[in-house]
């Protein structure tokens, strides 16, 4: 593998990438459904299923910033000759590179990134600096109002 920075990023971005790209409605709808049954959000996998559909596919413009976010600090924090060996696309080596990315995006610092360009995102989308804090609390809230009101039908005691 070439110790080119420009070249090890590019074969990072594509394991990445490709990872992303990987993951069909099909299973992140089945990720969600698991996660909202887990947490107690929806009180079965009918009522789960349903409120997942809600749930809309993240942007693919954030991907791209949150990768290039990863990247950056990668190449910041760990010795080229490292990121030379992660950077060679085998499975072992794109499962390690995901895995550090994952654990990125758990970081404080990105879960304020994530949350600021929400907001971002949905000041865009609505015009108001307001409505924009409200989008991007907009799949929590839903979800977990979604939740309560389909509780409340299965008791028989919609409010």
């Known amino acids: ?50 409120l997942a559909g809600l749930v809309p596919p993240v942007l693919p413009d954030l991907y791209e910033k949150w990768i290039g976010l990863f990247l950056d600090r990668l190449f910041e924090t760990v010795p080229q000759e490292q990121v030379a060996v992660l950077a060679e696309d085998t499975p072992d080596n794109e499962a390690a590179v995901v895995l550090a990315y994952l654990m990125f995006l758990e ?27 409200a989008v991007a609390g907009f799949l929590r809230s839903r979800i977990l109002e979604l939740a309560k009101e389909m509780n409340a039908k299965d008791k028989g005691s919609i409010h």
Request: no cysteine; proline share 3%.
């Open 1 to 50: 593998m070439s110790t080119d920075p420009a070249a090890l990023r590019a074969s990072l971005l594509n394991m990445l990438r490709r990872r992303v790209q990987a993951q069909d409605e099909g299973r992140r709808r089945e990720a969600l459904v698991e996660y909202l049954a887990v947490t107690g959000t929806a009180p079965d996998k009918d009522q789960a299923a349903a």
């Open 107 to 133: 970081s404080e610092r990105m879960e304020k990134q994530v949350q600021q360009d929400l907001e971002v995102y949905g000041l865009a989308h609505s015009g108001d600096a307001d409505q924009g804090g």
